[in-house]
């Protein structure tokens, strides 16, 4: 039976070595391990089973030394968990050194088991053990030599050792269905962690297992607790809804690996029924309603019909919407008593501002159970409503009476009024706090304002007839009552009105002017007609026109020649007394309308005060004559600035004293005379000059005479690409040849006539005239291969026959105007005729006649047969004078005629209409040509005066400069579009005027 035993208990060690140590040890052996202990939660000494790597090998720290260990003890548990009570177990005790030989285990089926292998000194003390679960397999016969070291087994203490704190049950004290959450400390306090740590539990009673009446809800644990380290273990225990009241011992035992007993530990938890009942539902008192900036209050009775008291009461009362209220706790028990009662009391402060309305609260109550101590919540707080107003408040928002009244008038006067209150206010009169203004009612009053409303009452308010003139302010006070409250109302400010008191405002003669302009253009843009208006009385009313008609009379219907337009403003403007308004008409002038006949304007309006309505009726007249007027400028930057080089330094914009202009159709080249340069402009569209002769640029001015410089000049003429300057100053005629095809400026001339060179610069070479030299030249012009020449200072006109065989120096072919070409005198030294020249100025040529603008003698002289013209010949026709003897000024008138001259410097044609610059006379006239027109025929047209007798600068003295004004113009040319370019001397310009 011992050898039997034996071999059992070598058979189970061997068995337990096999499957549950491989891998654990020193170098090459294995250190199984698990958890076990004393069970009494006091940290049991853990061992484990150690193969013996072989002799000589140390014991690792910790380990028992063997010689201690005298017997291994190994009891067999019939079951498969701690769990299991320990039924028929089997003890075997082996000695240490007598585990040599294999074991058997017969009769016992195969399965799990579980052993208890202990470690036992001589005195059978125990040193230490380990418990664990594996299978057996029945009939192992493999010799323990095989496995085990010849030194054998030896035990060591365990790295994992686990201790359990005490329980704590929060709370001690549960009531049925209440939960309580159970934990405490487990301490690791060997040398390697522990895994898989898990609980059981058991709960009992006076030894009864009352497991039953409760669910546990565990916190996971921590499934792995680290060498030193200790872990809160927790979970939840929640009482059955019939559980019966008393204490329940709690038994908690710690797990570790798989089923090892770690460690044990104990508590308690008390379970109670019912002792205190709050449930309400609350008696609440409250009132219905309260008003903004009062305080109501609010009672709460309190009912506890449990057994139990509570104690140390907090009690809350909460509004959904708590704006602008502010809860005060006047009242507060400290304590309701079983089966009794307590009431708490709360002010309500309404803030001023409070916003209307019902406003909903809740009571809320919690305290301690005083015989459990737990807290206690009411779950059925009390509710209730009060309904916030804020009493009628009368405010006078608005007082608005018309912007001004005449006194004596009845006027509206409308009055704003709000309730800032939520209850109605009744308004039942309203005062005048001034003497300015009586009121009636009459239906208005009285009149309902409902909270948190505005509105406003027209009332009639009569002006005192003694009230002063000026701005007056207006204040009045509604006298009402609130009729909720039965109060009595009354408000004022802070708003008031106020009113200009005026007088009434009438129109007399004298209080409309006309502002009349000097000419409209005939089929052109419109024109301003300004009319004034005064309103003379400054404490009048002011005037609105109820009716204003301009009226244009002619010798025919107006209507057929003019287009007016009213101004947009004309019936909306007024006139405020003490003051003149200006209204403007635009009226065009159509291609019908009459000129040089008086159109009348009649200017009529009727006035309405605007605050009584009364009417007054005044008109004014004038009078204009139809003219063309200039829609385009070159050299200022409008039509009516006149300020040499635009009052500043030159520029590629600005002239001084233009002379001479010429045009190719489109674009533009002037004389810009005192500036000593000529301008090349693509066209009027173009203000800025592209090209400039004379200057290196466009801002210097300086005079010279060399081959690039120009003094004076006092014409222009276009030859293809090239531009002819007459340098008047430099007494020569420069060419530059197809300077506009490429334009360089500053460039210097290309040939020179008049004098030997480029350099040279003196009247007729320096000695006497002949007809390779020219004396301060000034106009010219080119007729097909000839250049015409106005040699102005010797008195007459050269003809050089093919400009592009002539080189500098070159001598003319034809001397009109003089003998022959060595003769310098004016009228020939004597009386002017058909074939004598005093100062001529400019040249043109249409088909084969030549006109010299003769501008000493006041006319213009017509030279027919052009192309076969020799030297001195004798003109057959002649303008602005009625014979060829006649040189007087405006034929001797002493004043502009129609037929007259007075220094015609321009000329040019245009189809058959030729344009003469009568210079003195600030004009150009207009004729229709004809080479047979008898002397002094007159012309058609006049552009720059209104008129062909008035021949004033700029219209009049000291006018304003506009598009129809000229002064001095010099030079003129046309367009391909038939509009006429005026070189405009004095006013510093180069005027477009569009003809019809």
């Known amino acids: 039976m011992y050898l039997q035993l034996r071999s059992t208990l070598v058979c189970l060690i061997l068995i337990l070595l096999l499957v549950t140590l491989p891998g654990c040890g020193g170098e090459g052996a294995g250190d199984g391990r698990s958890s076990g202990g004393s069970g009494d939660g006091s940290g049991a000494v853990n061992v484990g089973v150690v193969i013996n790597p072989g002799p000589g090998t140390p014991i690792p720290p910790g380990g028992l030394d063997v010689n201690a260990v005298r017997f291994i003890r190994l009891t067999v548990l019939n079951g ?24 058997l285990l017969p ?38 030599d095989s496995v085990v070291d010849p030194e054998g087994i030896r035990f ?28 405490f400390d487990t301490t690791n306090t060997g040398d390697e962690s522990a895994s898989n740590v898990r609980l059981r539990i058991s709960l009992t009673r006076g030894g009864a297992d009352v497991s039953a009446l409760f669910s546990a809800a565990a916190t996971p644990p921590s499934t792995r607790i680290p060498a030193g380290d200790t872990r809160k273990l927790s979970f939840g225990l929640t009482a059955a809804g019939g559980a019966a009241p008393g204490p329940v011992s709690l038994n908690i035992t710690v797990l570790e690996g798989a089923g090892n007993v770690g460690a044990i530990t104990t508590g308690a938890l008390q379970l109670n029924p019912t002792l205190v009942d709050i449930s309400g539902p609350f008696a609440v008192t409250a009132q219905a309603m309260a008003f903004a900036g009062e305080t109501f209050r609010v009672s ?13 009461v907090v009690t809350d009362l909460v509004f959904t919407d708590p704006s602008g209220l502010t809860v005060t706790k006047v009242s507060h028990p400290d304590r309701v008593p079983g089966t009794g009662s307590a009431t708490f009391n709360f002010d309500v402060a309404i803030a001023a501002g409070a916003a209307t309305g019902s406003r909903t609260f809740a009571v809320t109550l919690s305290g301690v159970d005083s015989s459990t101590g737990l807290a206690v919540t009411a779950n059925r707080p009390g509710s209730g409503t009060v309904l916030l107003e804020r009493a009628a408040v009368l405010t006078v928002t608005s007082v608005v009476a018309p912007p001004s009244v005449n006194r004596g008038q009845s006027v509206p006067i409308t009055i704003g009024l709000s309730n800032s209150g939520s209850t109605v206010a009744r308004i039942e009169s309203i005062v005048p706090l001034s003497g300015l203004l009586t009121l009636q009612g009459g239906a208005a009053l009285p009149f309902d304002l409902p909270g948190g409303g505005s509105s406003t009452l027209t009332l009639t308010g009569a002006t005192a007839q003694t009230a002063p003139f000026g701005t007056s302010a207006i204040q009045v006070e509604a006298l009402g009552r609130d009729l909720t409250r039965g109060n009595a109302l009354t408000a004022s400010g802070p708003a008031s009105g106020s009113t200009l008191v005026q007088t009434t405002a009438t129109l007399s003669l004298g209080d409309l002017g006309l502002e009349n302009p000097f000419g409209i253009d005939s089929a052109g843009p419109a024109i301003p007609v300004t009319f004034a208006v005064t309103n003379r009385n400054p404490n009048g009313a002011a005037l609105r026109f109820s009716q204003a008609r301009l009226t244009l009379t002619t010798a025919s ?23 003149t308004e200006r209204f403007v008409f635009q009226v065009a002038a159509l291609a019908t309308a009459p000129r040089f006949a008086t159109t009348f304007l009649q200017v009529s309006v009727t006035a309405v005060d605007q605050n009584d309505g009364t009417t007054s009726a005044v008109s004014a007249t004038g009078a204009w004559f139809v003219r063309e007027a200039a829609d385009r400028v070159l050299g200022q930057t409008d039509l009516r600035s006149s ?9 590629a914009s600005s002239m001084n004293l233009p002379l001479a202009v010429v045009s190719d159709g489109t674009g533009v080249v002037v004389a810009d005379s005192r500036n000593n340069r000529v301008l090349a402009f693509d066209s009027f569209a173009a203000p800025a000059a592209t090209l400039v002769l004379g200057q290196a640029g466009f801002t210097t001015s300086g005079s010279g005479g060399g081959a690039s410089d120009l003094r004076d000049p006092g014409g222009v003429a276009i030859q293809g690409t090239g531009i002819l300057v007459a340098d008047t100053g430099n007494n020569r005629i420069v060419i530059h040849d197809g300077v506009l095809a490429a334009p360089v400026s500053g460039r210097p001339g290309d040939r020179f006539l008049g004098q030997p060179d480029g350099v040279s610069t003196s009247p007729n070479r320096g000695g006497l005239v002949a007809v390779n030299t020219l004396s301060a030249p000034t106009g010219l012009t080119m007729a097909g291969a000839s250049l015409v020449v106005a040699d102005t200072g010797n008195h007459r006109v050269l003809i050089f026959r093919d400009l592009a065989v002539l080189a500098t120096g070159a001598s003319a072919d034809v001397v009109l105007g003089q003998a022959n070409g060595t003769v310098a005198l004016s009228n020939r030294g004597g009386t002017a005729g058909a074939e004598t020249l005093s100062s001529p100025a400019a040249v043109a040529v249409t088909g084969d006649t030549l006109l010299v603008a003769d501008s000493g003698n006041n006319r213009v002289l017509i030279f027919p047969g052009f192309a076969t013209l020799t030297s001195g010949a004798a003109a057959t026709g002649v303008l602005g004078k009625a014979s060829f003897t006649d040189t007087s000024p405006d034929n001797g008138a002493g004043q502009t005629v129609p037929t007259g001259l007075n220094r015609p410097e321009g000329l040019v044609f245009f189809g058959d209409r030729l344009y003469i610059a009568d210079t003195v006379n600030n004009r150009v006239v207009e004729h229709v040509f004809n080479v047979s027109s008898p002397p002094g025929a007159a012309p058609v047209s006049v552009l720059g005066q209104r008129n062909l ?26 367009l391909t579009s038939g509009a006429v370019v005026v070189a405009d001397t004095v006013n510093h310009r180069v005027l477009r005027i569009p003809r019809p």
């Open 80 to 103: 498969a968990t701690l769990a299991d009570a320990p039924l028929a177990s089997t003890s075997i005790d082996l000695l240490v050194d007598e585990v040599r030989e294999p074991l």
């Open 156 to 183: 060591r203490f365990r790295g994992v050792v686990l201790q359990a704190g005490p329980v704590t049950a929060t709370p001690p004290v549960i009531r049925p269905g209440q939960t309580a959450v159970i934990s």
């Open 300 to 312: 709460v009775a309190v009912s506890n019909t449990g057994q139990a008291e509570v104690r140390t």
């Open 107 to 144: 009769g016992v089926p195969a399965g799990e088991y579980l052993f208890l292998l202990q470690a036992l000194d001589a005195n059978e003390a125990v040193l230490g053990q380990d418990t664990r679960l594996f299978p057996l397999v029945p009939g192992l016969t493999t010799p323990i």
């Open 643 to 651: 300020a040499p080089n635009r009052s500043a330094i030159p520029s």
């Open 557 to 579: 219907p107006a209507d057929s020649h003019y287009r007016v337009t009213a101004p947009p403003d004309l019936m909306t403007r007024s006139i405020a007394g003490g003051t």
């Open 949 to 974: 007798v008035e021949g004033t600068a700029n219209n009049a003295v000291f006018a304003p400069v506009d598009g129809f004004s000229l002064f001095a113009p010099s030079g003129v040319a046309t």
